[in-house]
């Protein structure tokens, strides 16, 4: 390595011959950045190629490690997972192993495979209806949307009103009892429509109950019939 003459180290100016000297000594020692370099490395016994190197600082937080990293489990949150469109649901419809997809609700039925709407099913537990409390009034309304099964107590003469949200295919059931002072008759709506044209009259004792039974054949029409006196 050269020797830089300094003002400092000399006790008095530089002449003009050391501080041209300076400059040639510092350009004799300037580093050369290229393969000129990488062999003057090369060829220094104190740099020794690391090519074994696989490891980096150790991460901390939901990515961990400090060789292959690996993610926590339950860190990925939704906020972090891919954007869904609207009615889809992850899952894999194409075949064999792969990445997840976004599905359709039809395609979901398809991998589920059980039932579904269009396919003939066989229930291996009870099903049923939650029986929905229609709210008594000189006119009942029903929303068949909400049930296939109402009850409703009769406090007075009453109408029982036409069913909204009727849905044709579908059983619909009243279940009608009679107060404590019972005598309380039940007229209907046009969408009722009873054998012989004829509507039934109630059983009328304290605390009867009557069953109304109907199959709606359309939106606005229920086959209907009555089953009295289960008190």
Request: charged share 15%; net charge negative.
């Amino acid at each position: 390595m050269s020797t830089i003459v300094t003002r400092a180290g000399k006790g008095s100016p530089l002449t003009h011959t050391e501080v041209d000297a300076n400059f040639t000594n510092l350009d004799t020692d300037k580093l050369e950045v290229g393969a000129a370099f990488n062999a003057a490395v090369a060829a220094t016994p104190a740099v020794t190629a690391n090519t074994a190197k696989v490891t980096n600082a150790t991460h901390t937080g939901d990515v961990t490690g400090a060789t292959a990293l690996t993610i926590a489990n339950n860190a990925v949150t939704n906020a972090k997972a891919a954007d869904m469109a609207t009615a889809t649901i992850k899952g894999r419809v194409t075949a064999g192993t792969g990445d997840p997809e976004d599905m359709t609700a039809s395609q979901a039925w398809g991998v589920i495979d059980d039932a579904a709407l269009n396919t003939a099913q066989n229930w291996t537990k009870a099903q049923g209806s939650t029986p929905v409390a229609l709210t008594d009034g000189a006119n009942i309304a029903t929303d068949a949307s909400l049930s296939n099964v109402f009850t409703v107590t009769l406090g007075g003469n009453r109408t029982l009103d036409n069913p909204t949200n009727l849905v044709a295919g579908r059983t619909y059931v009243w279940v009608v009892t009679q107060d404590g002072s019972g005598g309380h008759a039940l007229a209907y709506g046009s969408s009722f429509d009873f054998p012989g044209g004829t509507a039934p009259t109630l059983s009328t004792g304290a605390g009867d109950v009557d069953l109304l039974t109907g199959i709606a054949i359309s939106t606005s029409r229920l086959l209907c019939v009555c089953n009295l006196d289960f008190s």
